[in-house]
Structures are given as C-alpha cells and as structure tokens.
C-alpha cells in the first residue's frame, strides 16, 4: 500500500505545483487517510519540498488496527500539550526552504488559518481547492474490494433483522440492533446513523428512529451502512409487515422499483450525472409524485458516506469507470408512508459487465 499513497500523493504534488506551490497541508481527516493510510485525531499531512510528514498532535493510541500510516511517511509529533499540528507543519514547510504552501481552505477554520500566518508570516498561502476530493472519486480495486466487503456485511445485518419478529418493536430498537450486527460481522461500525422508519414514518429519507412501534400492515423502510477499513456503503430497502401488501403499497413500490431500475442502468461511463438523476425521476415524476421526490437520485460513497459525484438536476460533470455511487429513489406520503430503494454499485463498462452491484438484499417486496 506504500506505493499507492505515494502515487497518490504525487499527483496531489503535481497539481499544486502547476498551481504555483511546493508544498500542501492536508487537514480534512478523510484527505489525509486517502493519502497517508491513517488519519489520527486532529492530525495533518504535510507534502514538502524535500519529504512528506504525517503531523500530529499525540500517539494514537485508540486508532483501529486496521488503520495505519503509510510505512513510508515520517511521523512528527507536535511537541508539548495542546499545540496545533497545522502551525506546526506550517513550520516545518518554512525549515524545508518553502515560501508558498497549498492549504485546504474549505477545511481550515479563520482561526486557524490566522493561526498559521501568525506563525509563518512570511509564507504565502495559497488555495488547493478540492483536489484531494477529485483525486478520490476514481477508486482503485483496493478501495473497491474495502466497499465490496462492507456492503456484505450489511446485506447479512438486514437479512438477520429480516428473519426475526419485527411487529411491535420500536424502530429506535432495530436500529441499534442492526448497529450492533454490523459490528458483530467486522465493520467498523455503521457508516452513518441507521434510519428505520414505519408507517408514516416510511420512505422518509434520514428519518431518525422514534419509539413508534411496528404494525401490522406497515411499510418498513431500512437504510443502513457498513464501514469496513474506513469505506463506506449504503443500502436501503422497503417492506410489508405481517399481512399482504394492500394495492396501493404494491404500486408505489412498483412505482419507485422501476425509477431505481432506471436510475441503475444508466450508470455507465460517460454518462452525465444530470442524465442518471434524469432517468430516475422522470419515472417518477410522470406518475404525478414532483413534490414527494427527494433532492438527488444518489451520491458517491468512500471514505465519506457522501462524496462526488452528486446525482442531481443540477449536477455538473460525467461518470467516469470505478466510481461508486449509490442510486436511492423513493417517494414519501404525508401520513401514508412511502417507499424507498437503494443501492451501493460501481460504474463499470459494458465489456466488464455493466454497473457492479456491491448491495444484493433481495429488491421483492416481501411480507414480513
């Protein structure tokens, strides 16, 4: 792994050199692990003139196993209590002959930025925009194979929930148990807070659980993720509690089943992302549900549960092989409920086979 961040960090060197800068301070924790292996609390990545450093402020003792600094970086401890990894790299850049450094300036805090020119005022600090962010939405099979694991084991989390007695529990009471089997199965924990939603709950996206408890005839609305090695994937499904789903519950899922199936295969490369968010809605919206459609189709997924590329109306740029995007439709109904689809895959050309799908939980509208 050595060589791939150092690949990694030298096309970040490559683009704040053409920028104007012999150096960079990456201080997004996500930044740094893409580039550094680890991201210790509070740490920052320091790419010099003469050789990188892995800043921070202590030994990071509660860091997971699995999470470790690049072999092949210099790790400087900031000396004393309470002092700022960032001034400190920001010192050492000026020790390495540096008078222009590339900050992450959608990251650092004015405080911290005046922090720094306090301390170097003779450096210029320059902006590395959202570099590392671009760098980041192109997977290599690595970071592929860490989501591929991490949507299995949440596909065995929601398979256990789906085998057990459902009706009467609380959704906050399945949420944490699907948090707990995440972790029973080797995730590092979930990738974001565990939505369960029934009822009129349903279908709700980011709907936080309540102590509203499950009923014959419900919806039952899941979205849950794994992060496994720093990676994380999303996964969300619908079903019927108890009884056969009532006609009007068997055409809205339909309904959304077929946006999804849309949204999915369009994920090929090339295609613009306004293009596969187009296809989902249009689904959708011609069935007469405009105002009950969420704000986006799907987003990349990583080392953050949200990243680039974003599938939006709006949304600029096209898809390129590799990228990970999930494809979420759903529609939601004051006081009804609603439903929603989602899925973790993985743009791949159609000589490989088409978009690979990482989430495999059945997409049927069982009765539980």
């Given amino acids: 792994m050595s060589e791939v961040y150092a690949v990694r960090r030298t096309r970040l060197r490559e683009c704040c050199n053409a920028g104007g800068s012999a150096a960079a ?17 509070g740490a920052v990545l320091l790419l010099g003139r003469t050789e990188d450093l892995l800043v921070y402020a202590g030994p990071p003792d509660d860091r997971p196993p699995q999470s470790h600094p690049d072999e092949s970086l210099r790790v400087h401890v900031v000396p004393g ?39 170097a005022p003779r450096l210029r600090l320059a902006g590395i925009g959202c570099a590392v962010e671009q760098l980041r939405v192109v997977k290599d099979e690595e970071e592929i194979s860490c989501l591929r694991i991490g949507a299995e084991i949440a596909d065995q989390a929601l398979g256990e929930l789906l085998e057990s007695i459902l009706v009467g529990r609380t959704e906050r009471h399945l949420a944490l ?12 924990g979930p990738a974001f807070p565990t939505s369960v939603a029934t009822g009129p709950n349903s279908g709700r996206p980011g709907h ?23 990676y994380r994937c999303e996964i969300g499904r619908t079903f ?18 077929s946006a999804q199936r849309a949204g999915r295969e369009s994920l090929v490369p090339g295609a613009a992302c306004r293009d596969v968010d187009r296809a989902a809605r249009q689904v959708l919206d011609s069935a007469g549900y405009t105002e009950a459609l969420p704000v986006l189709t799907g987003h990349g997924v990583g080392l953050e549960i949200d990243e680039d590329p974003q599938l939006t109306p709006a949304a600029m740029g096209k898809l390129d092989a590799c990228v990970p995007v999930t494809v979420e439709p759903g529609v939601h109904l004051p006081g009804r409920g609603g439903v929603r689809i989602d899925d973790t ?14 989430t495999i939980t059945t997409k049927e509208l069982l009765a539980l």
């Fill in 25 to 41: 301070l990456v201080s997004r924790p996500a930044n740094v692990r893409y580039l550094a292996g680890a991201a210790p609390e």
């Fill in 81 to 119: 209590i309470g002092g700022d990894a960032a001034v400190t790299a920001a010192d050492l850049a000026v020790g390495q002959g540096v008078d222009s450094l590339a900050v992450e300036e959608h990251h650092l805090t004015v405080t911290r930025h005046r922090a720094i020119r306090d301390a």
């Fill in 177 to 188: 148990e699907l948090e707990r089997r995440l972790v029973d199965h080797g995730a590092d």
């Fill in 208 to 230: 936080g659980p309540t102590d509203r408890r499950v009923e014959e005839g419900d919806f039952l609305s899941v979205c849950l993720g794994a992060t496994y090695r720093g």
């Fill in 240 to 257: 019927v509690i108890g009884t056969a789903p009532a006609a009007w519950q068997i055409e809205l899922y339909d309904l959304v089943f």
């Fill in 345 to 358: 895959l993985v743009v791949r050309p159609e000589a490989d086979g088409g978009p690979e799908l990482l």
